[in-house]
């Protein structure tokens, strides 16, 4: 049965029915996993906010209105990894929140800690250089 309520305990389904901790080495790892797939999911946001800021930079040919750019909306590779690394950041994303949906407390503050160690390392200092999209952690 499914939890709708946070519980502390070292049983938890995670993601698949495959996935499941019966004694407290098996959490603790999953705990780990969870806590260093948020970091991660950090640092796959911040590659993907500074190949946005590649992507729009501009190519230091001069600016010609009337013409068409040197590199096309679709062939540009800096637009396409930013492209890419968000789909990839969105599923990362995505799953995080389906492993917090399975209301363990130990799996909530493994992945709001590693979301917050990896805005730290990854973010931290780049208020002032980037502007952020979306403030929220999965979008």
């Given at each position: 049965m499914m939890h709708m309520t946070f519980y502390w305990g070292k049983?938890?389904?995670?993601l698949f029915d495959s996935w499941k901790t019966?004694?407290?080495?098996?959490y603790a790892l999953t705990l780990l996993a969870c806590f260093l797939f948020s970091?991660?999911?950090?640092?796959?946001?911040?590659?993907r906010l500074r190949f946005k800021m590649i992507a729009k930079a501009?190519?230091?040919?001069?600016?010609?209105?009337?013409l068409f750019p040197r590199y096309g909306r679709w062939?540009?590779?800096a637009r396409f990894s930013v492209a890419v690394l968000f789909g990839v950041n969105s599923a990362i994303g995505y799953l995080l929140m389906l492993a917090i949906m399975s209301f363990n407390g130990g799996v909530f503050i493994a992945v709001?800690?590693?979301l917050s160690l990896g805005f730290l390392i990854f973010r931290g200092g780049d208020?002032?250089?980037?502007v952020l999209d979306?403030?929220?952690?999965?979008a």
């Open positions: 049983k938890v389904t995670l019966d004694s407290w080495t098996g970091v991660f999911y950090q640092y796959m946001e911040d590659r501009k190519p230091s040919s001069i600016d010609t209105p009337l062939s540009n590779p709001v800690l590693g208020e002032e250089v980037m979306n403030p929220c952690a999965c």
